[in-house]
């Protein structure tokens, strides 16, 4: 499959699980992002990885844990999170931070 | 600090009639400026971007330094351009700058 994927697509979780999302994408790109969109803040960048390496982080609580082992893809470690936290998580990728970000099509997280 | 500003959370429309989704952002740089479109149960997605100038799906949106605003453009809506507008802009002589997305302009377009 071409473009960005994320799986999975829903996931339910409770206040003390922890859970990963999973993004790879097959552009070749250098650049990859994870946002947030929710009903109050319509998108939101939680963090920026370029070739690899962490260089955005914005202030996103502990609770929420990025990895990119190589440039395909990228994770996003979550534990204890808080009801608070439910949104549509969405992942991207650019060539280079200057370039267009592509969107995989997000997965939708639910925190009970 | 770097801000985009979309003063209208919702915007309706009848089909035929202009189309205009308001950005103006505040920046010390030179930004690039992108539009994204988030169709419903579709990705985000690029509409445009400054730096190609071109026209996408009847779309157009030209910087104006003076304004600083990139408002984007059509002069007539289409029923299937209803969806979900992010005016998005980036210094891009500054390395370590970040793309941010404004709030998003839902467009609505009446039949």
């Known amino acids: 499959e071409t473009g960005v994927t994320q799986t999975p697509r829903h996931l339910v979780m409770g206040m003390t699980n922890k859970k990963s999302l999973k993004c790879e994408q097959h552009?070749?790109?250098?650049?990859m992002y994870w946002y947030k969109q929710s009903a109050k803040k319509p998108l939101e960048l939680m963090f920026v990885?370029?070739?690899?390496?962490?260089?955005e982080n914005n202030s996103v609580p502990s609770r929420f844990s990025p990895e990119c082992p190589n440039s395909s893809h990228l994770f996003l470690h979550l534990h204890t999170l808080q009801p608070e936290d439910s949104a549509l998580y969405l992942c991207a990728s650019s060539m280079d931070r200057v370039e267009t970000q592509y969107f995989g099509p997000g997965t939708r997280l639910l925190v009970l | 600090a770097q801000r985009v500003t979309q003063p209208e959370k919702l915007l309706s429309v009848f089909k035929g009639a202009p189309v205009e989704l308001k950005c103006n952002y505040s920046?010390?740089?030179?930004?690039?400026l992108f539009w994204y479109v988030q169709y419903s149960r579709q990705r985000l997605q690029l509409l445009l971007r400054h730096i190609s100038r071109e026209s996408i799906k009847g779309f157009t949106a030209d910087l104006n330094k003076g304004e600083t605003s990139f408002h984007l453009k059509k002069p007539f809506a289409q029923e299937e351009d209803s969806a979900m507008y992010y005016c998005?802009?980036?210094?891009?002589?500054?390395?370590?700058?970040?793309?941010?997305f404004g709030k998003g302009t839902r467009l609505h377009i009446l039949p």
């Open positions: 920046y010390s740089g030179s930004p690039e």
């Open positions: 998005a802009p980036f210094d891009h002589m500054n390395r370590d700058d970040k793309i941010i």
């Open positions: 990885y370029s070739l690899e390496e962490r260089v």
């Open positions: 552009l070749g790109h250098n650049a």
